[in-house]
């Protein structure tokens, strides 16, 4: 495998559900994040995370939990979730916190019944 | 927040036909992007921009960053079919903040 991946690519979950998404970087780089893309709407950046430490929470509701074991692996934890929580979710990885250029995965799409 | 202004939304050309786009900001970047992304797909890097009047090719996409450092543009020279996509600009201010600010898109499509 090279660079972002996410599994699954699809899910569809009812709102009493629990669920996890997963992206696995191989590109050896520091920093991962998460976005959301809505449709009509710019891509939202969720959660930041520093060598395994979140560095950044835009507000997120509690609905939605990260967790990040090492470098490597970034993990979205999704529960009660709402039909508008319906989304594309992107995660990214760059090489540093700070760098500018970050690399996305194919996301997964998420449909909340 | 910050927002950036995309346009246009949508463009219906020619393959063959040269493609424009552009992103405005109310504040200053520091650094501008571009970003494509295909269907069912996350979006791929196009092209950084890092100094304010900078102008970068990368094959027949050309990228410039605004004097202004508030704006930067996207131009496809002699589209062709795989062109098809929705393009987005993104940038950061700097001071910390880690995300990007992204734009709304402009969708391309490519009329045989």
């Known amino acids: 495998e090279t660079g972002v991946t996410q599994t699954p690519r699809h899910l569809v979950m009812g709102m009493t559900n629990k669920k996890s998404l997963k992206c696995e970087q191989h590109?050896?780089?520091?920093?991962m994040y998460w976005y959301k893309q809505s449709a009509k709407k710019p891509l939202e950046l969720m959660f930041v995370y520093s060598l395994e430490e979140r560095v950044e929470n835009n507000s997120v509701p509690s609905r939605f939990s990260p967790e990040c074991p090492n470098s490597s692996h970034l993990f979205l934890h999704l529960h009660t979730l709402q039909p508008e929580d319906s989304a594309l979710y992107l995660c990214a990885s760059s090489q540093f916190r700070g760098s500018y250029e970050q690399y996305f995965g194919p996301g997964t799409r998420l449909t909340v019944t | 927040g910050q927002q950036l202004n995309q346009s246009p939304q949508s463009m219906f050309i020619q393959e063959g036909e040269d493609v424009s786009m552009n992103c405005t900001s109310s504040?200053?970047?520091?650094?501008w992007l571009w970003y494509k992304q295909d269907p069912g797909e996350g979006p791929v890097l196009l092209i950084a921009?890092?100094?304010?009047?900078e102008l970068t090719s990368n094959g027949r996409l050309t990228a410039q960053f605004g004097i202004t450092r508030k704006d930067s543009f996207l131009n496809i020279s002699a589209s062709i079919p795989s062109d098809v996509g929705i393009y987005f600009c993104?940038?950061?201010?700097?001071?910390?903040?880690?995300?990007?600010?992204f734009g709304k898109g402009t969708h391309l499509i490519i009329q045989p």
């Open positions: 504040s200053i970047f520091n650094t």
């Open positions: 921009l890092y100094k304010a009047g």
């Open positions: 993104a940038g950061r201010s700097g001071g910390g903040a880690d995300g990007l600010t």
């Open positions: 590109l050896g780089h520091n920093a």
